[in-house]
């Protein structure tokens, strides 16, 4: 059965950091692309970040470019969103999952982030 494992969010001020992280189970994580995807309150769920298998390969969206940066440990089965320079319209759930252009498997809880003075 597979399952994600989101946490490292919380509340934080305009302007700070957080790093997220995504450990997984129950597939071959290292044959998959994972990304990361947020939904904020009352908006559908958006791709942040996506990176390849073999970290070949990595897309942003435009909102968040130059700010997050999505790295992998493959050995650990994690996928990892370093957040900095966050603003309250990243205040949103925050989930990983396999695949590249859709994800692949069910949702796991996310974590929540708040962005607030």
């Known amino acids: 059965q597979v399952h994600f494992v989101e946490s490292g969010g919380g509340p934080v001020q305009p302007g700070g950091s957080l790093r997220l992280s995504c450990v997984a189970s129950?597939?071959?994580?290292?044959?998959?692309?994972m990304t990361w995807y947020r939904q904020a309150p009352g908006k559908e769920r958006e791709l942040v970040a996506g990176?390849?298998?073999?970290?070949?390969?990595?897309k942003y969206a435009d909102s968040v470019k130059g700010r997050f940066n999505i790295s992998r440990d493959n050995a650990k089965s994690a996928v990892y969103l370093t957040m900095n320079s966050l603003k309250p319209e990243d205040t949103a759930v925050y989930y990983c999952?396999?695949?590249?252009?859709?994800?692949?498997?069910?949702w796991g809880q996310g974590t929540q982030v708040t962005v607030a003075s």
């Open positions: 999952n396999a695949g590249w252009a859709i994800p692949v498997y069910y």
């Open positions: 990176i390849r298998k073999d970290s070949d390969e990595i």
């Open positions: 129950g597939f071959t994580f290292s044959n998959f692309a």
